[in-house]
Nanobody
Framework: QVQLVESGGGLVQPGGSLRLSCTASGIIFRLYTMGWYRQAPGKQRELVASITTGDITDYVDSVKGRFTISRDNAKNAVFLQMNSLKPEDTAVYYC?????????WGQGTQVTVSS
């Protein structure tokens, strides 16, 4: 049974930081490209950041320079360090894993940026 479990969301003031974690089980983690997506109310889900098996990273323009994605294959985990958070970063953040035709999602964690 595949599980992706996110943690680390919460309420933070503008300019603050949060670190999201996603722990995977039931997959050969090192084979998967991992990603973080987010979905704000009334908007489509968007890819925020991704990291390949070779540690190549990519970010949506709106978070470049503020967010950092990383992975720890020994712990089957992927992280998203979010700094200088803005109200427009408010969304449910989802962990995603992809390998060939296989794709799995976590249940999501809420991030709210508000004063």
């Amino acid at each position: 049974q595949v599980q992706l479990v996110e943690s680390g969301g919460g309420l933070v003031q503008p300019g603050g930081s949060l670190r999201l974690s996603c722990t995977a089980s039931g997959i050969i983690f090192r084979l998967y490209t991992m990603g973080w997506y987010r979905q704000a109310p009334g908007k489509q889900r968007e890819l925020v950041a991704s990291i390949t098996t070779g540690d190549i990273t990519d970010y949506v323009d709106s978070v470049k320079g503020r967010f950092t994605i990383s992975r720890d294959n020994a712990k089957n985990a992927v992280f998203l360090q979010m700094n200088s958070l803005k109200p427009e970063d408010t969304a449910v953040y989802y962990c995603n894993s992809k390998y060939k035709w296989l794709e799995y999602w976590g249940q999501g964690t809420q991030v709210t940026v508000s004063s």
